[in-house]
């Protein structure tokens, strides 16, 4: 009886445009079995093409294809790139440092510089660009964190110090938000929480501001 229902299962299968592997897959019968049963119920032409042309391993070879395609181009390209730009020089930096604060940099304090992202390179360049660029003591430095509720502030806290190379002694307490990271879409995040790194004092943080004022201004 349970080999008449696979047989009536195999043939149903079938009419809905599965092929052999497809049904094998479903039910665990052998090849050959499913050949002497189904030699009556040719797949349509229409229906093989789609079939070969939408194969799962197929699709898959054509993905990896296409991905070592775009690997080796955005290398090709990084190459070109870092022979053409190199190394800033002092000026370049400092006008890099303005872009990048002009839009990712606080606006609402004037007394000091501070910028807050996820992206443990965007803040190095920061720290960079204020002690080489701003002469701002890298002792004068100023970072906390923004965790959620299930981060191991220990562990956050020396990844952070240890990719920025700042001591703990120059972090605030963390601020803990009341949500959980596995709650928080994270597509493209780094997964250390937000890091907000404050540095300078008036005098340079208003050089700042009127500098990008100029540039504001120059191409409004």
Request: with cysteine; proline share 3%.
């Amino acid at each position: 009886m349970a080999r008449l229902e696979e047989h009536e299962r195999a043939l149903s299968l079938r009419k809905q445009g599965m092929s052999y592997s497809q049904i094998k897959k479903i039910l665990k019968l052998s090849k050959s079995t499913l050949s002497v049963w189904l030699k009556d119920y040719p797949l349509p032409k229409q229906r093989i093409r789609e079939l070969r042309d939408w194969n799962e391993q197929r699709i898959e070879r054509y993905r990896e294809t296409m991905k070592r395609k775009k690997e080796r181009r955005l290398e090709e390209i990084y190459k070109t790139q870092k022979k053409d730009i190199r190394l800033l020089n002092k000026r370049e930096s400092f006008i890099a440092g303005l872009m990048l604060y002009w839009g990712e940099g606080t606006k609402s304090r004037r007394n000091s510089l501070g910028i807050s992202n996820s992206d443990p390179a965007v803040i190095k360049f920061f720290i960079y660009w204020a002690t080489n660029i701003l002469a701002i003591p890298k002792n004068k430095i100023k970072v906390q964190l923004h965790l959620y509720k299930d981060m191991n502030i220990g562990e956050e806290t020396k990844y952070w110090s240890n990719s920025l190379r700042i001591p703990r002694k120059q972090f605030n307490l963390p601020y803990i938000k009341k949500t959980f990271s596995k709650r928080i879409n994270h597509k493209g995040s780094f997964g250390h929480g937000t890091c907000q790194v404050r540095a300078g004092n008036t005098l340079i943080a208003e050089k700042v501001f009127m500098s990008i004022k100029v540039i504001s201004n120059l191409y409004s």
